[in-house]
């Protein structure tokens, strides 16, 4: 699952302490706050995933802002070709951003893809587009 307010995310951990299901929970967001939530729950964190950066040529990725929308599926199941397929349909006025998000979030099998998100940064690409 995704969510846009911490408040949320706090919710569904304490929720899933007090079931103690026995599994692993991942929880992916601003070290700061992810450790704060913890706290107030009353758990410790296991392991930390740190993002070193991008190597090779940089120069064959797509631009950041595409990166930013095709790296919120942590499969990569959302190409960057689709986006730019979608921003098109964006642009031409044959799906409206909401629409166009929904469809990006459908190959996504982790969930964690945040809908919210993409409707913003699919905004901000089409605008500048438009320019």
């Not at 950041?64 to 349909?89: A, N, R």
């Amino acid at each position: 699952a995704a969510f846009t307010e911490i408040k949320d995310v706090s919710s569904v951990i304490q929720t899933l302490k007090k079931e103690d299901l026995g599994i692993s929970i991942v929880v992916s967001g601003l070290l700061n706050e992810i450790e704060d939530v913890l706290k107030d729950v009353g758990l410790e964190m296991h392991t930390v995933h740190l993002s070193l950066g991008t190597f090779g040529n940089k120069e064959l990725l797509p631009s950041d802002k595409i990166l930013e929308i095709t790296t919120m599926c942590g499969h990569h199941y959302v190409s960057p070709q689709s986006v730019e397929y979608y921003l098109d349909l964006i642009k031409k006025d044959k799906i409206s951003i909401e629409n166009a998000a929904e469809e990006l979030t459908k190959p996504c099998i982790c969930g964690i893809f945040n809908t919210s998100r993409a409707i913003n940064l699919l905004s901000e690409l089409s605008k500048e587009d438009r320019k």
